[in-house]
């Protein structure tokens, strides 16, 4: 009788993510194949055989169910950098870390969704909420790895300036047709950054 109610907690929450999962795989097929204005919440419940009250227990909008694939990736990202080394220099700790998360991310499902998140001024305002959750991670991860409060300034504008490349990076990636795998596009975006500071720093004048 001891581990009843800790068991029926467990079964509860893996029924609760199992559920999440069948939903939000439902809603991004059909996104995927009807496109995000003509799917409905309607048509998401039905595919994952629940009730449009049921669909609301777990998400707010059809927004958040094409968000659902980035659940984990805030976390992932900060697991990233706090593996790097910090014998190299917080850029390129950042860099490396956005490289290996690209890697993981390199598909045909990636592209697509990409192109989704882009559609409308809706979806794009709700991306932006998660590029902001990502620099914050990387900052806190960064903060971790060279702790100097003297350093977190720099800390932050690194985490800002790598994020930036990262978007940049995506934006090119999905104009382009994702003709290149996603972590070269990516790579090539921390190319360009890194030649820009290299030009500004040269320029500076010398004190």
């Not at 509860?12 to 996104?31: C, I, M, N, P």
């Not at 910090?86 to 598909?107: M, T």
């Not at 991670?137 to 790895?145: R, T």
Request: aromatic residues 8%; proline residues 2%; glycine residues 6%.
């Amino acid at each position: 009788m001891e581990h009843t109610q800790p068991e029926q907690g467990g079964l509860r929450e893996s029924k609760r993510r199992d559920t999440l999962q069948r939903v939000a795989q439902a809603g991004l097929e059909l996104f995927l194949a009807r496109g995000y204005e003509a799917t409905t919440v309607d048509d998401i419940s039905a595919a994952a055989g629940i009730s449009r009250r049921t669909f609301f227990h777990y998400f707010k909008s059809k927004d958040e169910v094409l968000l659902a694939w980035q659940t984990g990736l805030v976390e992932s990202l900060r697991q990233a950098v706090l593996q790097e080394e910090n014998r190299q220099a917080p850029l390129d700790a950042l860099c490396g870390a956005l490289l290996k998360l690209a890697a993981d991310y390199d598909s045909d499902a990636t592209f697509a969704i990409a192109q989704l998140l882009r559609s409308n001024d809706q979806l794009r305002a709700a991306n932006q909420v998660k590029f902001l959750q990502l620099e914050q991670a990387a900052f806190e991860a960064l903060c971790h790895l060279w702790p100097q409060r003297r350093r977190r300034g720099r800390l932050r504008m690194v985490a800002m300036i790598g994020l930036g490349a990262f978007r940049v990076g995506i934006d090119e990636w999905t104009e382009e047709g994702g003709t290149q795998p996603f972590s070269q596009r990516i790579g090539h975006a921390f190319t360009m950054l890194r030649a820009e500071l290299q030009v500004a720093s040269a320029a500076a004048p010398s004190q």
